[in-house]
C-alpha cells in the first residue's frame, strides 16, 4: 500500500536531500555523485549543468552578502561624515561667537550672524542629502568606485579620518 504513495516533484527531492544528507554528512566524492546521478538516470551533462548552476548561484550570494556588508558599511560611514560636519558647523560657529563676545563685550553689531546663516544652510542643505535615498545611492556608487564617502556636493569627498597614517582627502587638496 505504501508503494501507491504518490509524492509532488518537490517533496521527493526535498526527501531525497534528506536522506542523501544523512547518509553523506563528510561529503560526496566526483565518482560516487556521478554513480548515484546515474542510478537516477541523469547524465553526466546534466550533472555538469547544475554544478555550474550552483557555482553561479554561491557566487551570486557572496556577491551579494559583499554588497550587503559594503552597504552596511557606508551607511556607517555616511552618517558618521554628516554628523561630524554638523558638529565642525557648530562649533566654528560657537568659536566665532565667543570671539565677537570677547572683543566687542556683547555691545556693537553682531557680526556671526552671517556666519551662522552661512552654517545653517549648510547644515539645512547637507541634512536634506542625507535624507534624500537617490543622492545616497549615488554617494554609496561613488563609494564602491573610490572607497571615499562623499555627500554628493560637487566639492568632492568628506574627510572622514585617518587611514594607515594618511589622511583622506579632499579633491580640492590635490
Given at each position: ?96 561667537t565667543f570671539i565677537w563676545y ?24 547637507k541634512t536634506f542629502r542625507q ?44
Amino acid at each position: 500500500m505504501d508503494e501507491q504513495r504518490f509524492y509532488s516533484q518537490e517533496d521527493a527531492e526535498e526527501i531525497l536531500r534528506l536522506a542523501s544528507r544523512q547518509q553523506f554528512e563528510g561529503g560526496v566524492t566526483l565518482s560516487d555523485l556521478q554513480r548515484m546521478a546515474g542510478e537516477l538516470g541523469l547524465s553526466p551533462d546534466a550533472i555538469q549543468r547544475a554544478e555550474a548552476e550552483l557555482a553561479a548561484q554561491s557566487a551570486q550570494a557572496q556577491q551579494k552578502a559583499l554588497e550587503q556588508q559594503k552597504w552596511a558599511e557606508f551607511k556607517e560611514r555616511y552618517r558618521h561624515s554628516y554628523v561630524s560636519e554638523v558638529l565642525s558647523s557648530l562649533s566654528f560657529v560657537t568659536v566665532m561667537t565667543f570671539i565677537w563676545y570677547f572683543t566687542s563685550h556683547g555691545h556693537g553689531h553682531f557680526w556671526p550672524i552671517w556666519i551662522i546663516m552661512i552654517a545653517g544652510l549648510n547644515i539645512i542643505t547637507k541634512t536634506f542629502r542625507q535624507l534624500d535615498p537617490h543622492a545616497r545611492r549615488r554617494a554609496f556608487e561613488k563609494y564602491l568606485k573610490k572607497g571615499v564617502v562623499t555627500d554628493g556636493s560637487i566639492h568632492g569627498e568628506i574627510i572622514i579620518g585617518h587611514h594607515g597614517g594618511r589622511r583622506l582627502r579632499d579633491e580640492s587638496d590635490h
